[in-house]
């Protein structure tokens, strides 16, 4: 927008200044023509009563007589004829020939003179005085360039003073710009952008209005999320319960088999009202928040749930180094669901040991285990895409990890083979920029 307001309020003042200096140069053309026939009709008329006088005082029965040269220029020329059309008398400049216009009182314009005719001695002595129109046309020239000059010279200054004065003007533009760039799910606050036009400041009321029906949006997914989380948590832990212990107290036979597979279902199906609340949480945007906190603590209590459960104790190993700190603006929750995601994904479709350690901007989970194509690795982060592993689970993990690390301004990348393996998968969360504290 600057760059065209800038176009085009250089291009209007360059056609305003060449229109006026046309309607300049119209005028002036007017003008000089007036003032140049006054000076010739004035001329003729002084120069008159000297050539009469001339005249009587000369022989002019053989030739006609020329006056002698003047120091200078001769703008004017002129002839002095009698009524018979002879020339009697011419100045230096003048040609011996008669002029090729009647002998009539008055203007008369030939293609190179315009010519002023004057009558005396009743009608028996006629003095006929030249200008030459290109006499004319140089000073209309001249007076014309002294208009179109200054555009040529101001042009540059006047797009400077435009493109200052376009920027200035359009700055709380770009204020207003910035600070709604930097909304986003992590900051819904009002904005607050000082000296606003008015027209400016009915778009930013709009758009703080607009923030606080999606701050209220936002707030009530959450609370729609935790509160589901509760209800949904509690009916299948006790039917899992009861189904236990029915499978506990049945006597060994087809019935107790039966049994166990509704103990089997009620867990997987707990297990996935677990992911689908997870990813339900992170679609409302749990990983927003601008308080920064240590992740690296966070990644170790993740790291210590796994190791305090047995099938898991021994295959898990910490490679971060005591007393080391990563602070970062995150949801401490939020990073703790990314995190136990990835690290519950790794050793359930994994081989061998996980390793857990710090990156320069992050951190990262390794497995071993399969190796899976570089197409195939960027499904996985969709909802319900699993690779080819038997292992169980509704393939949200991936896709949960990866929406709350957006949300948190970092991004989940994955690699296949791991650096240093044969196979299995490095799944790394990296966060941009510096330690805030």
């Known amino acids: 927008m600057t760059r ?16 006026g200096a046309a309607i300049g140069a119209a005028v002036m053309h007017d003008e000089l023509n007036e003032h140049f026939d006054s000076a010739l009709a004035e001329t003729a008329g002084r120069l008159l009563p000297l050539v009469v006088d001339d005249l009587y005082r000369r022989d002019l029965s053989d030739k006609p007589y020329r006056m002698g040269a003047i120091d200078g220029d001769e703008y004017l020329s002129y002839q002095v004829r009698d009524r018979s059309g002879r020339v009697l008398m011419h100045s230096y400049a003048a040609p011996s020939e008669p002029f090729d216009v009647p002998l009539v009182a008055g203007f008369t314009d030939t293609p190179t003179h315009r010519i002023y005719t004057l009558m005396a001695v009743s009608g028996s002595i006629f003095l006929q005085v030249a200008d030459p129109t290109a006499h004319r046309h140089e000073a209309l020239m001249e007076g014309a360039s002294t208009l179109l000059l200054p555009l040529t010279l101001m042009a540059p200054l006047n797009m400077i003073a435009v493109w200052w004065l376009v920027r200035r003007t359009l700055a709380p533009v770009g204020a207003l710009q910035r600070q709604i ?18 027209e400016l400041e009915n778009i930013a009321a709009s758009v703080d209005k607009l923030l606080a029906r999606l701050q209220a949006a936002m707030d009530a997914e959450r609370r729609l999320a935790a509160n589901s989380a509760h209800e949904l948590r509690t009916p299948i832990a006790g039917a899992l319960a009861q189904a236990q212990r029915l499978a506990a107290e049945l006597p060994e036979g087809p019935l107790r088999e039966r049994a166990n597979g509704i103990v089997r279902a009620l867990s997987a199906l707990a297990h996935l009202a677990e992911k689908l609340l997870q990813l339900a949480r992170a679609d409302a945007g749990i990983g927003a928040t601008a308080k920064p906190v240590d992740l690296t603590r966070v990644l170790r209590l993740v790291a210590d749930e796994f190791q305090r459960q047995p099938r898991f104790a021994t295959r898990i190993r910490v490679a971060i180094p005591e007393g080391d700190s990563f602070v970062r603006k995150a949801d401490v929750d939020a990073f703790a669901i990314a995190v136990r995601n990835l690290v ?16 320069q901007n992050g951190f990262s989970v390794t497995n071993g285990g399969m190796r899976i194509a570089p197409d195939q690795l960027k499904t996985l982060l969709r909802p319900f895409a699993r690779a080819d592993s038997r292992a169980p689970g509704a393939g949200l993990g991936l896709a949960i990890a990866d929406s709350l690390t957006r949300q948190m301004g970092a991004s989940l990348s994955l690699v296949s083979p791991a650096p240093g393996r044969d196979g ?7 966060f941009g920029g510096d330690s805030p504290l």
Do not use: C, D
């Not at 909304?183 to 036009?197: D, F, K, M, T, Y």
């Not at 994904?345 to 710090?358: P, Q, R, T, W």
């Not at 299995?424 to 990296?430: E, N, R, W, Y």
């Open 181 to 198: 760039e930097a909304r986003s799910g992590a900051n819904l606050e009002p904005l607050r952008v000082v000296g606003l036009p008015a």
């Open 344 to 359: 519950e994904n790794a050793l359930i479709h994994g081989e061998g040991e996980v390793l857990i350690a710090s990156e």
């Open 424 to 430: 299995g998968v490095k799944a790394t969360i990296s």
């Open 4 to 19: 065209r307001l800038m176009l085009w309020l250089t291009l209007a003042s360059a056609v305003f200044w060449l229109a």
